[in-house]
């Protein structure tokens, strides 16, 4: 497919107009991130985004309004996790255990969180490009895309491995006909 200079909104208007994409959201160009990111209700890419194929950044824009549209479970899960390290601090523990199992639920709770966030955003925009594109195994794309966006130490921490992402999206989204 031809790519051409400004795809991104090209394709983020699109996205808009099916349903992809909620018409709340906004996109914007800048160059402070590596590849697309998701704010608050704005979707920002780095300009060097618009040569990817048109579905690869399909797939990415749709990824990143994956995240927007489940941010209502990150304040869920941040409650949840609130409740349950004032509980520990309720109980009759040792005030150092106490404060090293907060510590340890945190972080290995909010770490859980994360990888999980980038399996269901993923599963969400794969499920558009299968729905709104008849894309049968959008785990193909994903797959390629994710390729062309080597990951950093940080990202290795915070996103699953390539693999395991595959995997995610052949087991729960393809169509197998
Ligand atoms: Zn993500």
């Not at 996109?27 to 780095?46: M, P, Q, R, V």
């Not at 990824?63 to 409650?79: A, C, S, V």
């Not at 925009?125 to 008849?134: E, F, P, T």
């Amino acid at each position: 497919m031809k790519s051409s200079e400004g795809s991104c909104e090209r394709i983020f208007n699109e996205l808009v107009k099916n349903g992809g994409v909620a018409g709340s959201h906004k996109i914007e160009a800048s160059e402070k991130w590596d590849y697309f990111h998701a704010g608050l209700c704005t979707i920002h890419y780095n300009p060097k985004m618009n040569v990817l194929d048109e579905n690869f950044i399909r797939i990415s824009l749709l990824h990143e309004e994956g995240h927007i549209r489940l941010q209502y479970r990150t304040i869920l899960f941040l409650t949840l996790l609130f409740i349950v390290i004032l509980l520990i601090f309720f109980t009759n523990i040792d005030q150092h255990l106490k404060l090293l199992c907060s510590i340890i639920l945190t972080l290995f709770s909010c770490w859980l969180f994360v990888l999980m966030d980038e399996y269901e955003s993923d599963k969400f925009a794969s499920i558009m490009l299968r729905d709104k594109y008849n894309i049968s195994k959008p785990s193909k794309i994903l797959e390629k895309t994710l390729e062309q966006m080597p990951h950093s130490w940080l990202s290795a921490f915070t996103h699953p491995s390539v693999k395991k992402r595959v995997k995610n999206i052949v087991e729960k989204v393809d169509r197998n006909n």
